[in-house]
């Protein structure tokens, strides 16, 4: 049973990622385990070389100190460290992969702060009538307008369309 938890998915097996991800760079770098140990103890993380070569076995559980210790001596960030070595060992995808994560956490905070306002927009509109039609076509021409900005910096002008587009709509 552990085996096929451990192939199912290799994200879920954080510190054998680590032990795993230790040795890759450790090797990449060429260091042997007493160097290492050396750079660990060097900034302020005593190890001796016994403890990395069972920590890259196994045979010894990684800390949080430890793995942070092995993050600043290689120079990497802690998630990348308890990456999937397969992923981690390439530096670049491990960076996009944080850079993809980070931007639909924004989406999802930006979509929680959109509905919120929506919310506060339709409560407030639901008691002053007089002013809804108005309002709901200023709301849905700002966000026609935002969405046309977006659209013509990432594709440009439509097939067809020449020239700066705002000045046919300023006429």
Same mark, same amino acid.
């Given at each position: 049973?552990?085996?096929?938890?451990?192939?199912?998915?290799?994200?879920?097996?954080?510190?054998?990622?680590? !032990? +795993?991800?230790?040795?890759? %760079?450790?090797e990449?770098?060429?260091?042997? =385990?007493?160097?290492?140990?050396d750079?660990? #103890?060097?900034?302020? &993380?005593?190890m001796?070389?016994? !403890?990395?070569?069972?920590?890259?076995? $196994?045979?010894?559980?990684?800390?949080?100190?430890?793995?942070?210790g &092995?993050?600043?001596? &290689?120079?990497?960030?802690?998630?990348?460290?308890?990456?999937?070595?397969?992923?981690? !060992?390439?530096?670049?995808?491990?960076?996009? @992969?944080?850079? *993809?994560?980070?931007? &639909?956490?924004? +989406?999802?905070?930006? #979509?929680?702060?959109f +509905?919120?306002?929506?919310? !506060?927009f339709?409560?407030y509109?639901?008691?002053?009538?007089?002013i809804? %039609?108005?309002a709901?076509?200023? *709301?849905s021409?700002? @966000?026609? %307008?935002? +969405?046309?900005?977006?659209?013509?910096?990432?594709? $440009?002008?439509?097939?067809?369309?020449?020239?700066?587009?705002?000045?046919? =709509?300023?006429?």
């Open positions: 049973m552990a085996e096929e938890e451990l192939s199912e998915g290799v994200l879920l097996s954080g510190e054998a990622n680590v !032990a +795993t991800r230790i040795r890759v %760079e450790r990449a770098r060429g260091w042997s =385990t007493n160097a290492l140990s750079r660990l #103890n060097e900034a302020g &993380f005593e001796n070389p016994s !403890a990395v070569w069972r920590i890259e076995n $196994g045979k010894r559980r990684i800390n949080l100190d430890d793995a942070i &092995f993050a600043e001596v &290689f120079g990497i960030d802690l998630r990348n460290l308890a990456g999937p070595p397969q992923l981690a !060992a390439k530096a670049r995808a491990m960076e996009l @992969i944080d850079e *993809v994560v980070d931007a &639909f956490r924004a +989406t999802q905070r930006a #979509n929680a702060a +509905t919120e306002a929506r919310d !506060a339709d409560a509109l639901a008691e002053h009538h007089d809804r %039609e108005e709901e076509v200023m *709301v021409n700002a @966000i026609a %307008e935002e +969405t046309n900005k977006h659209l013509m910096k990432a594709y $440009g002008p439509p097939p067809g369309e020449h020239g700066d587009s705002s000045s046919a =709509t300023e006429a």
